[in-house]
């Protein structure tokens, strides 16, 4: 028995900050839809699963909902099997509720037509989330089927992982996967893939089919899932168009002119939009017209953006930032100090440096990672 594992699509997000490109990437987010429905018809399989955010709101237009209907009705009778998550819960305002759901066909949702639904030889469950918080362990509320071959959970939650999970998120926790009854576990909210596999069963993020914002790591694919008699094969298939890069280009290595221009421009393509962060100390007398360098720089990108806050300018009068006797003052008196008493050129470079970055540092005026 094999099944596609998607989630995470967010179809209709707004991306109001990247003005007309916003409509290219909302059609980006259905192209991979249409890709994954394509992925199933392909690969034969039993069902498709949707494990949270197909919508980026239950705000959505009518419009949208019957385009994404009409694409997956297009492997009907192949069953899609769709679970609120955070973004598009079950709610009273749920789009889910629309009478457009009603009479989906080969698409069922979770909460909605019940929280297990019998597909062959699998029975595959799913908690619906039905609030934005509440610390909710989502999978110790399902319980496998004794009289189904195979049993699947699919739930919208973070691994309970301290730094990454927020404590009144949707919740899962190694202990509950592998104690879970479960034959594979469907995990959807986290947008980059990833096994968490505890147990002997076998969990997995499947990650965004599209990216949907930068620097968003294991994004572009879905998964797919054959159950037989041992564990589950998980196979990554690319369904993702668009890159987004964030890069940092350090002015030490990379120098204002042909050699910052020139490494920028190395990572260009159609489909890939990059966050350039230039950090480092400008050389004296050199000059770093940013909106001039991305004005030349944007047609080899689908969108650039360059931020210029981790650079630090070399600052004649140091001394003008800080009050007599603050913690700012002492320290460029320290390094001044220490300026003077370099032993050679290239320690005095580095001290000069550590004057300029940690000054506009303490004053507030550069941004550290």
Same mark, same amino acid.
């Given at each position: 028995?094999?099944? #596609?594992?998607?989630?995470?699509?967010?179809?209709?997000?707004?991306?109001?900050? *990247?003005?007309?490109?916003?409509?290219?990437?909302?059609?980006?987010?259905?192209?991979?839809?249409?890709?994954?429905?394509?992925?199933?018809?392909?690969?034969?399989?039993?069902?498709?699963?949707?494990?949270?955010?197909?919508?980026?709101?239950?705000?959505?237009?009518? +419009?949208?909902? !019957?385009?994404?209907?009409?694409?997956?009705?297009?492997?009907?009778?192949?069953?899609?099997?769709?679970?609120?998550?955070?973004?598009?819960?079950?709610?009273?305002?749920?789009? /889910?509720?629309?009478?457009?759901?009603?009479?989906?066909?080969?698409?069922?949702?979770?909460?909605?037509?019940?929280?297990?639904?019998?597909?062959?030889?699998?029975?595959?469950?799913?908690?619906?989330?039905?609030? !934005? +918080?509440?610390?909710?362990?989502?999978?110790?509320?399902?319980?496998?089927?004794?009289?189904? +071959? /195979?049993?699947?959970?699919?739930?919208?939650?973070?691994?309970? #992982?301290?730094?990454?999970?927020?404590?009144?998120?949707?919740?899962?926790?190694?202990?509950?996967?592998?104690?879970?009854?479960?034959? /594979?576990?469907?995990?959807?909210?986290?947008?980059?893939?990833?096994?968490?596999?505890?147990?002997?069963?076998?969990?997995?993020?499947?990650?965004?089919?599209?990216?949907?914002?930068?620097?968003?790591?294991?994004?572009?694919?879905?998964?797919?899932?054959? *159950?037989?008699?041992?564990?589950?094969?998980?196979?990554?298939?690319?369904?993702?168009?668009?890159?987004?890069?964030?890069?940092?280009?350090?002015?030490?290595?990379?120098?204002?002119? !042909?050699?910052?221009?020139?490494?920028?421009?190395?990572?260009?393509?159609?489909?890939?939009?990059?966050?350039?962060?230039?950090?480092?100390?400008?050389?004296?007398?050199?000059?770093?017209?940013?909106?001039?360098?991305?004005?030349?720089?944007?047609?080899?990108?689908?969108?650039?953006?360059?931020?210029?806050?981790? #650079?630090?300018?070399?600052?004649?009068?140091?001394?003008?930032?800080?009050?007599?006797?603050?913690?700012?003052?002492? /320290?460029?008196?320290?390094?001044?100090?220490? #300026?003077?008493?370099?032993?050679?050129?290239?320690?005095?470079?580095?001290?000069?440096?550590?004057?300029?970055?940690?000054?506009?540092?303490?004053?507030?005026?550069?941004?550290?990672?």
């Amino acid at each position: 028995m094999k099944f #596609i594992h998607t989630a995470d699509l967010h179809l209709g997000r707004p991306f109001t900050a *990247l003005g007309d490109k916003g409509d290219e990437l909302r059609e980006a987010l259905l192209d991979a839809l249409k890709r994954s429905v394509e992925l199933a018809r392909q690969e034969g399989v039993d069902f498709l699963v949707i494990a949270g955010d197909l919508f980026d709101s239950n705000e959505v237009t009518g +419009r949208l909902v !019957k385009r994404v209907l009409e694409i997956l009705r297009g492997i009907a009778p192949t069953p899609v099997l769709v679970l609120p998550g955070t973004h598009d819960l079950l709610d009273e305002g749920s789009v /889910y509720h629309r009478n457009e759901f009603r009479e989906a066909g080969n698409v069922k949702v979770f909460g909605i037509h019940g929280s297990t639904i019998r597909i062959g030889e699998a029975a595959v469950h799913g908690r619906a989330n039905d609030t !934005k +918080r509440g610390g909710e362990h989502p999978l110790g509320e399902l319980k496998p089927d004794p009289e189904a +071959r /195979y049993n699947v959970a699919v739930i919208h939650a973070s691994v309970e #992982i301290e730094g990454k999970a927020s404590p009144d998120d949707y919740l899962v926790n190694p202990e509950e996967i592998a104690s879970s009854g479960m034959d /594979y576990v469907a995990l959807g909210h986290w947008h980059g893939r990833g096994e968490f596999s505890s147990g002997g069963t076998t969990a997995w993020y499947c990650g965004s089919p599209e990216p949907t914002k930068f620097d968003e790591k294991g994004a572009g694919s879905v998964l797919l899932v054959e *159950l037989s008699d041992g564990p589950p094969l998980v196979k990554a298939l690319p369904t993702g168009k668009h890159t987004w890069l964030v890069k940092d280009f350090d002015l030490e290595t990379f120098p204002p002119g !042909k050699s910052l221009e020139s490494e920028i421009r190395s990572l260009g393509g159609e489909h890939v939009l990059l966050r350039a962060c230039i950090k480092g100390l400008l050389p004296e007398g050199r000059e770093l017209d940013l909106e001039a360098l991305e004005e030349r720089l944007r047609e080899h990108f689908f969108h650039l953006e360059i931020n210029n806050a981790g #650079i630090a300018y070399p600052l004649d009068e140091v001394e003008s930032l800080f009050p007599e006797g603050t913690v700012g003052s002492m /320290y460029v008196a320290r390094l001044k100090e220490l #300026i003077q008493e370099a032993q050679d050129e290239e320690e005095k470079s580095l001290l000069k440096k550590a004057l300029y970055l940690g000054a506009r540092y303490i004053a507030g005026e550069l941004e550290v990672d």
